[in-house]
């Protein structure tokens, strides 16, 4: 299995969480790729068997609360019949965040296997390493069901 990790970071708390991702996936024998989504390596993109791609959370809360910088993901090469994996980092809430970033995903036709928020920064900031296991494990197990089938 090969997976590219893409993201967007400003203040390194998804940066952070991207190569936590990738660490646990290569902890697992999975060949990864972690890229920034403006310096990718499009190669190892096209041929990866799923894209994990995140941002961070940008707005007020509950008040036009949304995916960061969404312009420099749709530099991104073509995600349509992809499987797509995304994950936000946040420091309130993620809700209407994911709720975007999933339409997003979806309007350009991506094969949508997995979402997550991953709590970074803020009051009452915890370990995600649990989190961040379980969203890479579940990953792991859709794409071998759907390989199996």
């Known amino acids: 299995m090969k997976i ?3 993201y967007q970071s400003v203040r390194g708390g998804t940066k952070r969480a991207a190569h936590a991702i990738a660490k646990n996936f290569q902890d697992k024998g999975v060949i990864v790729g972690i ?9 190892f993109v096209l041929s990866a068997d799923l894209l994990v791609i995140g941002t ?8 036009g ?6 312009g420099k993901l749709n530099t991104l090469p073509n995600i349509s019949h992809r499987k797509t994996a995304l994950f936000v980092t946040y420091e309130i809430d993620p809700t209407k965040s994911l709720q975007q970033f999933e339409h997003w ?17 803020g ?4 370990d995600i390493a649990e989190e961040i296991e379980s969203f890479t494990e579940h990953l792991i197990m859709s794409n071998a069901t759907t390989k199996s089938q």
Do not use: C
């Open 56 to 63: 961070w959370t940008d707005g007020f809360f509950g008040l």
């Open 65 to 70: 609360a949304k995916p960061a910088q969404i």
């Open 105 to 121: 995903a979806l309007d350009r036709g991506a094969d949508l296997v997995g979402k997550q928020g991953f709590k970074v920064r």
């Open 4 to 6: 590219a990790v893409l």
């Open 123 to 126: 009051p009452f900031r915890k």
């Open 35 to 43: 890229y920034p989504v403006t310096d990718i390596d499009a190669q």
